[in-house]
């Protein structure tokens, strides 16, 4: 059989690829890539990933894998792999045989081919949204282990199914490219209907995110994601994991951080401030929203001129697992899903202790109201209730910015006067305790310029006239050491 696939990439706007590389398989397993020539010459020619310099000579890969992880970024993941073994057989399952036969819509600008003088590969015929019951019917019968069809064989030929352990393929509707993510055998909520609305709640964080919309297929949800890998003229972006910049990096990914994430945007993005800051927001996200699954190859950087734009987010959702810990390091207390352990190591993400709490409580103004944003988007008050059991944004808020009282008392404008410790803190209220039993909940809008609004922290508050006259926090005074004599 052919030990040598070759490398071909589509360059930046291109709408046909070229040449660039070699890869040789040695031993059944192990693959050494190489420079074409004539990618070495071109002028559009870049290097493929930051641990696979343009120069001549063979890279062997990392011990422990058998491929560069910029090529294992194109190929196959679990549900793919399932694809081709029970679709097409392949009478060897070699690495370079899974990417060969991953075909030509695959994730990013990478394409293979048994050819270095042509282009070999299954033409891209994108699915359209009118095919997607067909498709359900294939996604089902693969998960279930059942024989298909020459129909169902014809639906899921190569390039029609992208990476991931759940059941999804490409799709073309409107003129735009999406992956269709199905319902899953054995699922106990409406997944795709929780998937949507977590992407629908991160942009309203801020949070970069792809389109997506739902829509309905044997009366089961089917969500579709635009691919942000593609452009609307059908050229392609060159794409790399976060695993594969750490690997670059030579970290260890036994014991990878967000930070260390944000590190790679510093050294290898165009907006290395900004990309850190979207790596902080999505890792709150993730602690609140108990998405566990946050591994450094759900997250992911877009080549763009020669440097690593950090990509539109992606597989955003409660996992509704309650295992108590990230997939990545959050902060000092390693993977303990906290608001204190996020904000821990907020240097690393080019952020001041003041700017990201300030952003942490952004986000949770925007995240408590989770449950109404996802009713709007399209999930069932049964799988909402489900959600709630997991989802830790009110243990967050309280957990980080103190419990309000069940009784409160709105503060006497016109000649009131307050003063007492802070007890609990929101976007837009101050809750002070003030004796008596008594809860004052002061307009934080009043209070902006008031330094060092913290629970736990003394106040001291005056209105005169229907306005505030006066307001401050109240250092406790420092204790002195008696001396010796």
């Not at 590389?21 to 020619?45: A, H, K, P, V």
């Not at 949070?207 to 997506?212: E, T």
């Not at 944000?262 to 401030?273: D, G, L, M, N, Y």
């Not at 925007?366 to 449950?371: I, N, Y």
Request: negative net charge.
């Amino acid at each position: 059989m052919n030990n040598e696939l070759h490398v071909w990439i589509y360059p930046p706007g291109a709408l046909t690829p070229k040449h660039c590389g070699t890869l040789d398989l040695i031993g059944g397993r192990r693959c050494l890539f190489s420079y074409s020539e004539s990618w070495l010459n071109d002028r559009q020619g870049f290097e493929l990933s930051p641990d696979l310099p343009r120069r001549a000579g063979a890279f062997e890969p990392e011990p422990g894998h058998d491929l560069h992880p910029i090529f294992e970024d194109a190929g196959p993941d679990r549900w793919g792999r399932r694809v081709i073994d029970t679709a097409f057989r392949p009478e060897r399952r070699s690495p370079i045989d899974y990417l060969a036969l991953a075909g030509e819509d695959r994730i990013g600008a990478l394409g293979f081919s048994w050819s270095a003088e042509r282009y070999e590969t299954p033409k891209d015929q994108a699915f359209y949204a009118a095919e997607l019951e067909a498709l359900v019917g294939a996604a089902h019968a693969i998960e279930v282990h059942e024989p298909i069809d020459e129909r169902l064989r014809r639906l899921l030929q190569p390039g029609r199914s992208v990476g991931g352990a759940r059941p999804k393929a490409i799709v073309q509707d409107g003129g735009r490219y999406w992956i269709a993510k199905f319902p899953a055998e054995g699922d106990e909520v409406d997944v795709s209907a929780v998937e949507h609305a977590s992407l629908r709640l991160a942009k309203d964080c801020g949070i970069d995110v792809p389109d997506s919309r739902l829509v309905s297929i044997r009366d089961k949800s089917v969500l579709l994601v635009e691919r942000f890998d593609r452009e609307r003229s059908g050229a392609r972006r060159h794409f790399a994991s976060a695993k594969t910049l750490l690997v670059a990096e030579g970290l260890d990914l036994e014991g990878v951080a967000y930070a260390d994430l944000a590190e790679v945007a510093r050294r290898f993005s165009p907006e290395p401030t900004g990309d850190s800051r979207q790596l902080f927001q999505r890792m709150v996200f993730n602690v609140v929203m108990e998405n566990t699954d946050d591994h450094e190859k759900n997250h992911a950087f877009l080549n763009h001129n020669g440097k690593w734009k950090l990509s539109p987010a992606y597989d955003l959702q409660p996992q509704l697992q309650g295992i108590g810990y990230q997939q990545l390091i959050v902060g000092s207390q390693a993977h303990e899903p906290s608001i204190e352990n996020a904000l821990s190591h907020a240097g690393r993400f080019m952020l001041t202790s003041a700017e990201a709490s300030a952003e942490v409580e952004r986000l949770l103004g925007v995240l408590s109201e989770w449950p109404e944003k996802f009713r709007r988007a399209g999930v069932s008050e049964r799988d909402l209730e489900v959600c709630k059991q997991f989802v830790l944004v009110d243990r967050q808020l309280e957990a980080a910015y103190g419990t309000v009282p069940d009784v409160v008392a709105q503060p006497n404008t016109a000649h009131g006067r307050y003063d007492g410790r802070i007890v609990a803190l929101r976007p837009d209220v101050v809750f002070q305790a003030v004796g008596g039993g008594e809860t004052v909940a002061h307009p934080r809008a009043a209070l902006a310029g008031v330094a060092d609004l913290k629970v736990g922290a003394d106040l001291k508050v005056a209105y005169q006239n229907g306005q505030l006259h006066d307001a401050q926090t109240i250092q406790p005074p420092k204790s002195r050491g008696r001396s010796r004599g």
